[in-house]
T-cell receptor, first 117, second 110 residues
Framework: EPEVTQTPSHQVTQMGQEVILRCVPI?????FYWYRQILGQKVEFLVS????????KSEIFDDQFSVERPDGSNFTLKIRSTKLEDSAMYFC???????????????FGPGTRLTVL | GIQVEQSPPDLILQEGANSTLRCNFS?????LQWFHQNPWGQLINLFY???GTKQNGRLSATTVATERYSLLYISSSQTTDSGVYFC????????????FGAGTRLFVKA
């Protein structure tokens, strides 16, 4: 069964450094998402991406964050200058939306645990 | 935007007991999913259920879209059922983002 993959599984970085989190969505999916979960808290929406542009972003997704689909398979989240409070689990998700059911279901990757020291 | 509320926030069960977890959402949804977060932090998709009833082994779920709630039933609970259960709902806004509830933390005692 196709699945969303994410790399790395765990990333440790120093405050102020740039990090890039990578995701490979399911191949025939059209919508892509990033969510984050600070330890012990709920999962929060960051950004959605469709047709090579951001379709919606949350208040969390400020100028320090950017997303990109550099080729036909990868979807990346970049944090330009990491802060301690960026430490969290980051989940990538994708959604089909090609008219075939269950086109609204979101499929989540296993997550990347980011630790900022 | 959509608000998602889950209850109870915490639940302790004896192994073998049954339980019902509730999810209320504030608006019409085109997506309703239940997840179990495992000890490694991964979100395990249990059900995609924007309406109707589904069953998978000891787990079943029902969503009554017109009344804006969903229920997750766990029967004959096992210690491996322990963890956090999240309800997540998505509406019809641009981007079709999913909003998560705060979760129900379940602990099943042996």
């Amino acid at each position: 069964e196709p699945e969303v993959t994410q790399t790395p599984s765990h990333q440790v970085t120093q405050m102020g450094q740039e990090v890039i989190l990578r995701c490979v969505p399911i191949s025939n999916h059209l919508y892509f998402y990033w969510y984050r979960q600070i330890l012990g808290q709920k999962v929060e929406f960051l950004v959605s991406f469709y047709n090579n542009e951001i379709s919606e972003k949350s208040e969390i997704f400020d100028d320090q964050f950017s997303v990109e689909r550099p080729d036909g398979s990868n979807f990346t989240l970049k944090i330009r200058s990491t802060k301690l409070e960026d430490s969290a689990m980051y989940f990538c998700a994708s959604r089909r939306d090609d008219g075939g059911p269950p086109y609204n279901e979101q499929f989540f990757g296993p997550g990347t645990r980011l630790t900022v020291l | 935007g959509i608000q998602v509320e889950q209850s109870p926030p915490d639940l302790i069960l004896q192994e073998g007991a049954n339980s019902t977890l509730r999810c209320n959402f504030s608006d019409s949804v085109n997506n309703l999913q239940w997840f179990h977060q495992n000890p490694w932090g991964q979100l395990i998709n249990l059900f995609y259920i924007p309406s109707g009833t589904k069953q998978n082994g000891r787990l079943s779920a029902t969503t009554v879209a017109t009344e804006r709630y969903s229920l997750l039933y766990i029967s004959s609970s096992q210690t491996t059922d322990s963890g956090v259960y999240f309800c997540a709902a998505g509406g019809f806004t641009g981007g079709f983002k999913t909003i998560f509830g705060a979760g129900t933390r379940l602990f099943v005692k042996a």
